[in-house]
T-cell receptor
Framework: AQTVTQSQPEMSVQEAETVTLSCTYD???????LFWYKQPPSRQMILVIR??????QNATENRFSVNFQKAAKSFSLKISDSQLGDTAMYFC????????????FGQGTRLTINP | GAVVSQHPSWVICKSGTSVKIECRSL??????MFWYRQFPKQSLMLMAT?????????EQGVEKDKFLINHASLTLSTLTVTSAHPEDSSFYIC??????????????FGEGSWLTVV
């Protein structure tokens, strides 16, 4: 079974700083997807970024980028020029696309951006 | 983008009664829907996976007679909490995936439903 581990329960940075959230996972699959989801106080799950394991290039979405290290099974999220609206819970998630498309979530990291 | 809607957003029910939560895909056909439960300050816990027209597949430890899931159409799945007790109070979230050619393995989440059993 796949597992996803986020070792940072909470993080806090100043506005405009760069912050990196860590995520490691365990799987025996070679083809899979990795995601970062944001859950603000509204509780709505918002997709931040996704990475396909067969792609070597790290995904980037505006201020959000990932460092995908397949051999190390590591998938960290970097938020550049952080904004107050980035304050939220962030969840790393794994999906095996060959199966039922179930998402396996990490424990989450509570990120606070301070003014 | 694709939209998944949950209803109701908030519900309070008396202990011993049943309550139904709906999850609808508004602009695509959801071949698979997922139901999660989230306790305060914790991650999402998958309860079950449902495919249209077939029985739901429950995760280990989830009582299938307690949490009834029906996926009668390609746009609607329902979660019924039967004989609810205060310990069933939680935040429930659904998600949906469509045809892989449409969604490309993208999962769309509903807004979630707060259940309080008194």
């Amino acid at each position: 079974a796949q597992t996803v581990t986020q070792s940072q329960p909470e993080m806090s940075v100043q506005e405009a700083e760069t912050v990196t959230l860590s995520c490691t996972y365990d799987t025996s699959e070679s083809n899979y997807y990795l995601f970062w989801y944001k859950q603000p106080p509204s509780r709505q799950m918002i997709l931040v970024i996704r990475q396909e394991a067969y792609k070597q290039q790290n995904a980037t979405e505006n201020r959000f980028s990932v460092n995908f290290q397949k051999a190390a099974k590591s998938f960290s999220l970097k938020i550049s020029d952080s904004q107050l609206g980035d304050t939220a819970m962030y969840f790393c998630a794994f999906m095996n696309p060959q199966g039922a498309q179930k998402l396996v979530f990490g424990q989450g990291t509570r990120l606070t951006i301070n003014p | 983008g694709a939209v998944v809607s949950q209803h109701p957003s908030w519900v309070i029910c008396k202990s011993g009664t049943s309550v139904k939560i709906e999850c609808r895909s508004l602009d695509f056909q959801a071949t698979t829907m997922f139901w999660y439960r989230q306790f305060p300050k914790q991650s999402l816990m998958l309860m079950a996976t449902s495919n249209e027209g077939s029985k739901a597949t429950y995760e280990q430890g989830v009582e299938k007679d307690k949490f009834l899931i029906n996926h009668a159409s390609l746009t609607l799945s329902t979660l019924t909490v039967t004989s609810a007790h205060p310990e069933d109070s939680s935040f429930y979230i659904c998600s949906a995936s469509g045809d892989r050619a449409f969604s490309g393995n993208t999962i769309y989440f509903g807004e979630g439903s707060w259940l309080t059993v008194v």
